[in-house]
């Protein structure tokens, strides 16, 4: 998934967003359980960066978080951005593109629940709880019992998609999903409204790790990522328990 700037073909940044920099990124170990139900995991909680450190904008929030059933599905995006970047900046490109969600898009937060960068650095996305089923805005359809995680880059035809970043996709889709889904294996869900390629109503059946195109009319997350989910799917399945 991307915002409309980014599908235009057009990557807007605040400029002064992409210059600052921030002090190099904290990697946290897990954290205690939220409060309130959170989903049993197979396999172990990879370090994540939470919001706090890549300091969203907790005002600019416009509600507070919901939250769906135990996870079923991963949908692997990209969000467009140039694949040059120094990770020192991922910071300052997450509160932007938290920005572009929140005020182009009209949503309430940013719309993934996790973003990778391509040092394999994993952040929290939408508020709510790392060990929560929230709610996100990722993939339009298809947000219940489900969890977006985007590729911080644009992975079209040709690019070499960085193998840490594979890597941090793969840990954290293998502690998501819940106990005895099959990271290889297919599943059923039902369309929640019609903006996708499936009407309101309907059950589509997708891969459990699958990428934003299988879903809707777009080429996300990338030719080049789009071909790396099969080996994928292979490493969640051999890091999980079940």
Not at 6 to 17: D, F, I, K, S
Not at 140 to 166: E, M, R, Y
Not at 209 to 234: K, V
């Amino acid at each position: 998934m991307w915002s409309r700037r980014l599908a235009l073909g057009a990557v807007v940044l605040p400029l002064a967003l992409l210059v600052m920099r921030d002090a190099p990124v904290r990697l946290l170990p897990p954290e205690p359980a939220a409060v309130g139900p959170a989903a049993p995991h197979t396999a172990p909680q990879p370090a994540i960066v939470k919001r706090s450190v890549w300091r969203a904008d907790e005002h600019m929030v416009r509600h507070r978080a919901t939250y769906t059933g135990p996870v079923n599905a991963v949908f692997i995006h990209h969000t467009g951005h140039p694949n040059g970047y120094d990770c020192a900046d991922v910071p300052a490109m997450l509160r932007a593109l938290q920005m572009d969600h929140i005020r182009v898009e009209g949503w309430d937060d940013i719309g993934y629940n996790f973003v990778v960068d391509r040092c394999g650095n994993i952040y929290e996305g939408r508020a709510g709880g790392i060990g929560r089923s929230v709610h996100g805005a990722h993939t339009q359809g298809f947000n219940d019992d489900s969890v977006g995680i985007a590729a911080l880059g644009n992975f079209g035809a040709g690019v070499t998609v960085p193998k840490p970043l594979l890597e941090g996709m793969a840990k954290l889709a293998a502690w998501k999903l819940r106990p005895g889904v099959d990271p290889r294996g297919t599943v059923r869900l039902v369309s929640t409204n019609g903006e996708s390629r499936y009407r309101k109503g309907a059950t589509a059946e997708f891969h459990v790790i699958s990428g934003h195109r299988d879903s809707h009319q777009t080429r996300c997350p990338g030719d080049a990522l789009y071909d790396r989910l099969p080996a994928i799917r292979d490493t969640v399945a051999r890091m999980r328990k079940d």
